[in-house]
């Protein structure tokens, strides 16, 4: 147990120090948390930080002002100042006042949006986000004629909504772990033992494959075919990413010498591998996208390599027999190919 604390501390300490610059910019001591309770900034007190209300019950009163961003996650918000930022309402219920400002965007997730008349949003206001689940392709190929419906999210939801893909990720893994437990460990062996070879599948299959895709989906008829394609691919792509996560996981428990079971072995590997590689992306983003790339493409490999994990790669590695060696042949008795010793010619 006392490993086990360790452990989980140690992640959190990682999780400290590869927090994004922009939101370690900023002290915490500037932002006010509201988790659960009331809060009232009144008329005339300034907030010089960001706002964030974890089912909570805020008042933004007349004349008061936040210069930061307002998060909402849960609870409701009655905003009758000026926030010079982002409102974003991740569940509850965002009230703005006929005297309300926001110099930024509205973000509604799941939540409810209440605009009194004279109230001036000065940004954007866009209903929806992103899905977590962000597949990474090579090449970063954008897609014509295909609606975005996300919306860039500013400040300290940035580290919230990167936090909350990481721990998706992890629960995900842990699901399928649960159910295709064989299926992942194979995947994860076929990885270990042929990994330059999956490279290179992977590789080859991320670059023909959306051209094929594409040309599908050109003739119009076959647009069905070319979108169970690219599900497929984007399947194989999530599942190759979770048994490398897997095999991290099952490294991290022997080094720490645990017996961990195989889906918590995959949701602790799967959880440092994204929190490591989509961290590298968000601190380094003009080369920080090719760790996260190489490790799809490798997973993408093995994928295919293994059939989706009903077999490993080669099928038969190590179960082969070797043959013994022929036995020596038994030596003679002594004395039957001894030449004869000849006695000397006794004197008279």
């Not at 295909?146 to 629960?171: C, E, K, Y």
């Not at 961290?279 to 059939?307: D, E, K, T």
């Amino acid at each position: 147990m006392k490993r086990i604390i360790k452990f989980a501390l140690l992640l959190v300490l990682l999780m400290a120090i590869a927090t994004p610059a922009t939101a370690l910019a900023k002290g915490l001591s500037d932002d006010r948390v509201v988790a659960g309770g009331t809060f009232t900034l009144r008329e005339g007190e300034t907030l010089n930080g960001n706002l964030v209300i974890f089912g909570g019950a805020v008042t933004l009163e007349a004349g008061s002002r936040v210069n930061g961003d307002v998060v909402l996650m849960g609870g409701t918000v009655d905003i009758a100042g000026n926030v010079h930022g982002s409102v974003v309402g991740m569940g509850g219920v965002v009230s703005l006042g006929s005297m309300a400002v926001v110099d930024g965007d509205i973000t509604t997730l799941a939540a409810t949006l209440n605009q009194e008349a004279g109230a001036q949003v000065r940004g954007h206001i866009v209903r929806g986000l992103r899905t977590p689940l962000r597949f990474p392709f090579p090449g970063r190929a954008i897609v014509p004629d295909v609606p975005d419906f996300g919306a860039r999210i500013p400040g300290v939801l940035n580290v919230m909504w990167f936090f909350f893909r990481t721990f998706l990720w992890a629960a995900l893994a842990v699901l399928l772990v649960m159910f295709l437990p064989a299926h992942t460990e194979r995947v994860a062996v076929t990885i270990v033992r042929q990994p330059i070879l999956a490279g290179g599948v992977g590789l080859l299959t991320a670059i023909v494959a959306p051209l094929l895709l594409i040309g599908i989906a050109i003739t119009i008829i076959l647009i069905p075919v070319s979108l169970v394609g690219i599900l497929i691919l984007a399947t194989a792509w999530f599942f190759g990413r979770v048994a490398l996560g897997y095999e991290i996981g099952k490294r991290l428990a022997e080094t720490t010498n645990q017996d961990l079971p195989p889906a918590v072995a995959a949701g602790i590997g799967t959880f440092v591998m994204t929190f490591v590689v989509d961290g590298a992306n968000i601190l380094i983003p003009c080369v920080g996208w090719i760790i996260p790339a190489l490790i799809g493409i490798i997973g993408l490999g093995g994928i295919l390599l293994s059939r989706f994990g009903t077999q490993t790669y080669p099928p038969h590695y190590g179960s082969v027999a070797i043959a013994a060696p022929p036995p020596a042949p038994p030596e003679p008795p002594a004395g039957i190919f001894e030449d004869p010793v000849v006695l000397p010619p006794e004197e008279e």
